[in-house]
Each structure stands twice: as C-alpha cells, then as structure tokens.
C-alpha cells in the first residue's frame, strides 16, 4: 500500500508545480499532502473520494482542496485512462507574509481553512479550467500571476460547492493501510450484500472495533460510505445509459427500489427520475 503522505516533486525553476498526471502516473490511492490542490479532469470519470465526500467526477470537472485533506480519484473502470491537469503548491510559498496583504484578503480566504474541499460549477468551471490550461504551458511570472487570478476568481464566485470541511484524516501508514484496503474490497464488491462481519475480517479487527476505527477515520458509519459508493454509480448510469430508472436499483446493489429511493433522495436530495431529468437538460445535481 503507499504511504498516506505524498512527496510532490517541484523543479528547480519554479516555485509551485503544474502538470499533467495521465495513466499510469494518474493513479493515485487514498493520499494527502502539506500543498494545495487545483485540479482539472481532462479525462476519464469515476468517484471522487475526497475527505468525507464521495461523488462522480468527470471530465472538465474543477476541484480546490486545500492542505492536507485526504483524496483519491479513482477510475470506473481500470482498462480507463486517467488524466487531469495538477497544480500543487504551499501557501507560503510566495513569503511568509505575502498574503497579508490587504490586496489579497479574498486568496488569504479561500486558503484559510485547511482540510477544505470545494468544486466549482457552471461559468467559474470554464474559466479556471482554461486557466489551468495556460498555466501548464507558461513560465516566469505569468505562471504566477495566472494562479493568483484563479485563486481570486474562486474567492470571488459563488459558483461553488463545498463538498467537505474540516477532515481531519488518519495520519499513520498502518491506519492508512487499513482504509485502502477497506476502500478497495468496498469497490470491488459494493454491487453485492457486505456485512459488517465480512469488511471488519478485512480490516483484521471485531466489528465494534471496527465502526469506531472507520467512523473516527471517514467521519462516517461504513454503511453510510457504502450508500454513497451505490448512489454514485446509480447517478452514471442515470446519466450515460437509457436504463430505466427502476432497473438502475437492481444495478446498484439494492433489491428493493423503496430503499433505493430513499437512500437516493437522501444522498441527492432528488429522486433518481428526476436526477436524470434535471441533468438532461442541462444541470448537475
């Protein structure tokens, strides 16, 4: 399993990196690191576990997470290729008291609340994923300058979700071990019945001890992660397939749709009807 703590790599001319990370270099597991996250998905869709969030990402999605907050994008199919365009940097990279400058009070908020996740919607998207776009082609200080007009687009737009707050995630290899290890038998086998028995026997541990491990860790009951996991896939296919809506329950691990559409409405706050409705024409739920 890799480490929870991830090292990024900068090059000696620049003071924060701006790449892109494609197959195989894309596949990262359950992580963290001390920089912040801007991320663009230039390709491949899955589930975006991300502190105690868990839903779809796609192509063209934006997302900001800041420090130490634990990620992982994982694909939906492995034979996939993964690709997103990454900036990683510190917050003082530019000095210790650079955003103290009164000039720059609405970057100094975005980038105050460690452990904080957001995602840009509708016109605030395009525009920061065009800019993440120049930025990887471009050097000196336009490079800079196109972060902090991106930073100061976010902190001026309210075309954004705040997806979590405040994670604070594990902080041991051993721990983190566990986690992939549970998060990786959850995937493969989510489309079927998982008893608390059977995923406790994974993590080694009784099941009491387990609740109380995974609940301190995700910030919710494994069955709760197990809800969102299904509910994610019913919003792909609901999205990318004609298949009818009750048909989707039985595809998603559930074998009652009452259930079903309650632990949809739940996660989505819409019926799985008109989740697909709404985003036909146009949304995103």
């Known amino acids: 399993m890799k480490t929870l703590i991830q090292k990024i790599h900068i090059e000696a001319d620049y003071s924060f990196a701006c790449r892109t990370y494609r197959t195989p270099d894309f596949e990262t597991a359950w992580h963290k690191h001390v920089e912040c996250e801007l991320i663009l998905i230039t390709a491949g869709n899955g589930t975006a576990l991300i502190g105690d969030h868990i839903g779809d990402y796609m192509e063209g999605d934006v997302f900001l997470l800041n420090m130490n907050l634990p990620h992982w994008f994982r694909k939906s199919k492995n034979e996939d290729i993964g690709s997103a365009i990454v900036v990683h940097f510190k917050k003082d990279f530019w000095g210790e008291k650079f955003l103290n400058l009164p000039e720059l009070a609405t970057i100094a908020r975005v980038l105050q609340n460690e452990n904080t996740g957001i995602q840009l919607t509708g016109e605030l998207q395009k525009e920061i994923a065009q800019f993440l776009r120049r930025m990887e082609q471009t050097a000196g200080f336009d490079r800079?300058?196109?972060?902090?007009?991106?930073?100061?687009?976010?902190?001026?737009?309210?075309?954004?979700?705040?997806?979590?707050?405040?994670?604070?995630?594990?902080?041991?290899?051993?721990?983190?071990?566990?986690?992939?290890?549970?998060?990786?038998?959850?995937?493969?086998?989510?489309?079927?019945?998982?008893?608390?028995?059977?995923?406790?026997?994974?993590?080694?541990?009784?099941?009491?001890?387990?609740?109380?491990?995974?609940?301190?860790?995700?910030?919710?009951?494994?069955?709760?992660?197990?809800?969102?996991?299904?509910?994610?896939?019913?919003?792909?296919?609901?999205?990318?397939?004609?298949?009818?809506?009750?048909?989707v329950c039985y595809h998603c691990g559930y074998n009652s749709w009452s259930h079903f559409s309650k632990q949809f409405k739940a996660v989505k706050k819409a019926s799985p009807l008109q989740y697909r409705k709404q985003y036909r024409v146009g949304g995103k739920l």
């Open 144 to 247: 800079i300058q196109l972060l902090l007009t991106s930073l100061q687009c976010i902190g001026e737009s309210s075309e954004q979700n705040i997806i979590t707050t405040a994670f604070d995630g594990v902080s041991s290899k051993e721990e983190n071990s566990i986690i992939e290890a549970v998060m990786e038998y959850s995937f493969k086998n989510f489309l079927n019945p998982i008893s608390l028995k059977e995923i406790a026997a994974i993590a080694n541990m009784s099941i009491s001890t387990f609740c109380r491990f995974f609940k301190k860790n995700i910030k919710k009951s494994y069955f709760d992660f197990l809800k969102e996991i299904r509910v994610s896939h019913a919003c792909k296919l609901l999205r990318e397939s004609d298949t009818p809506v009750l048909a």
